[in-house]
Antibody
Framework: QVQLQQSGPGLVKPSETLSLICTVS????????WNWIRQSAGKGLEWIGR???????HSNPSLKSRVTMSVDTSKSQFSLKLNFVTAADTATYYC??????????????WGQGTTVTVSS | EIVLTQSPGTLSLSPGERATLSCRAS???????LAWYQHKPGQAPRVLIY???SRATDIPDRFSGSGSGTDFTLTISRLEPEDFAVYYC???????????FGPGTKVDIK
């Protein structure tokens, strides 16, 4: 079965770039959209954006100007970069698969989560 | 932009009781675009229901979803100890493609 393994630093300095990678195993990276979602302490889930293997991306308008997503099919990986971070970006970040290309408009496989703290 | 509201914010119940969670959309949405997740501390969210009423893989049949238009419901027929968690509804919009989550309902032990 498909599994997602997240990697990346847990501490980022203010104004710098948060970078996370999600590695897909046990299945193909092709044919699905790959998402990033975050949850700040005491708050709900916030969708950040998603990418397809073609490189097509869709982003939350509130974060779009600071978000870059990419995919490396040779490594079965996709990544998130969030620029100019502040303390408000401190959160647990998740990667997840959605099956909207198959009329299943939900995220059915999730990574384990990475807690990222923005602090000097 | 669709805004989702969930009620109640917290639901205090005992094991064996029935839980009814509400999700309201700011405008009418397609049934196919509505999903529910369970989220426990320290774990990733887990999809329970998609397409308003379809159970995801390996989800017990005590979880059921219903609704249409702007009002949707997640029902847990008999709460098990492992069901105490936060539950989120989620909408998928396709113009442009966007996922939106509700603020969540916490189901805790009474």
């Amino acid at each position: 079965q498909v599994q997602l393994q997240q990697s990346g630093p847990g501490l980022v300095k203010p104004s710098e770039t948060l970078s996370l990678i999600c590695t897909v195993s046990g299945g193909s990276i092709g044919g699905y959209y790959w998402n990033w979602i975050r949850q700040s302490a005491g708050k709900g889930l916030e969708w950040i954006g998603r990418i397809y293997i073609s490189g097509t991306t869709h982003s939350n308008p509130s974060l779009k100007s600071r978000v870059t997503m990419s995919v490396d099919t040779s490594k079965s990986q996709f990544s998130l970069k969030l620029n100019f971070v502040t303390a408000a970006d401190t959160a647990t970040y998740y990667c997840a698969r959605d099956r909207s290309g198959y009329f299943y408009y939900a995220m059915d496989v999730w990574g384990q989560g990475t807690t990222v703290t923005v602090s000097s | 932009e669709i805004v989702l509201t969930q009620s109640p914010g917290t639901l205090s119940l005992s094991p064996g009781e029935r839980a009814t969670l509400s999700c309201r959309a700011s405008q009418s949405v397609d049934r196919s675009d509505l999903a529910w997740y369970q989220h426990k501390p320290g774990q990733a969210p887990r999809v329970l229901i998609y397409d308003t009423s379809s159970r995801a893989t390996d989800i017990p049949d005590r979880f059921s979803g219903s609704g249409s238009g702007t009002d949707f419901t997640l029902t847990i027929s008999r709460l098990e100890p492992e069901d105490f968690a936060v539950y989120y509804c989620q909408h998928y919009g396709d113009s442009p493609p966007t996922f939106t989550f509700g603020p969540g309902t916490k189901v805790d032990i009474k």
